[in-house]
């Protein structure tokens, strides 16, 4: 069904993205912003245009992963090139990080740095700044549902199934345009009682990403680890996006 979606008020601003309201209650206009965070908010700056790179690719991802069977809260593009509607949903308060090599925090625990995993690896933090986002197990998950909101083993079940999904699908569409994924995080939103989706974004600022070719980083490490140029990484992968799209 088509619909006229008419942005509304500032409901939320997040880390990296602003949440409006919409003249349907069902429905936000979730707005991707220049606004790039690492280490907790320790680091901060405004990269111009990021937001509207990250809300292309992060878009044609999700629509990507929805042609092949993963639920999204995606609907279709917003009221500018930064936006796009969304279904609303009850967030539930789990990153969920999904590793087909090693890198980043892994290897800072166990070495191992580019070790490919023959299946895809889950992790999950528990997303509190209050007590810092620990590293959470399923047991933990399971035992704490008044806070991770996950309400029996079926729904995490669920929620692993979709996330490894997804990364074997990313791995396969970023392979084609010659990216590595390296890993990457996602969350879900429940939009009904039984109804588990894939939230949030997919994007750069989300995943590691590298040229197979030059071994360039394309991702937020580039910020992170002050590697180089931000927006030209991530212009790189939408272009790659673009003209496989064509
Ligand atoms: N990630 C994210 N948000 C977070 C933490 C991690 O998007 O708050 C992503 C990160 O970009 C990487 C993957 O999840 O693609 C795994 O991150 P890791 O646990 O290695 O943490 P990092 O070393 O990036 O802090």
């Known amino acids: 069904m088509e619909r006229d979606f008419i942005r509304q008020g500032l409901i939320h601003s997040g880390k990296a993205n602003n949440v409006y309201a919409t003249n349907y209650p069902d429905y936000l206009e979730l707005e991707s912003s220049d606004r790039i965070l690492a280490g907790n908010g320790a680091k901060r700056d405004i990269i111009l245009g990021k937001g509207v790179l990250n809300n292309k690719i992060s878009s044609t991802i999700f629509k990507y992963l929805e042609e092949n069977g993963i639920p999204t809260h995606f609907v279709c593009e917003g009221s500018n090139e930064a936006s796009k509607i969304v279904r609303a949903a009850q967030m539930i308060p789990l990153e969920v990080i999904c590793r087909l090599y090693a890198a980043g925090s892994f290897s800072k625990r166990y070495g191992l740095e580019g070790k490919k995993f023959s299946e895809p690896l889950i992790e999950y933090t528990y997303k509190s700044d209050l007590y810092g986002d620990p590293i959470i197990d399923r047991k933990t998950i ?7 909101l996950i309400k029996n083993e079926r729904e995490l079940n669920l929620i692993d199934y979709y996330t490894a999904r997804t990364g074997l699908l990313l791995s396969k569409f970023y392979y084609e345009l010659g990216i590595k994924l390296v890993d990457f995080k996602v969350e879900y939103g429940r939009i009904s009682s039984d109804q588990i989706v894939l939230c949030d974004e997919i994007s750069p600022d989300t995943c590691r990403l590298i040229d197979i070719e ?15 140029d931000v927006g030209k990484g991530y212009s790189k992968v939408l272009r790659r996006i673009t003209k496989k799209e064509k």
């Open 142 to 148: 399971l035992a704490i549902p008044e806070k991770t």
């Open 214 to 228: 030059t071994g360039e980083i394309l991702d937020k490490d580039l910020f992170r680890k002050d590697l180089g």
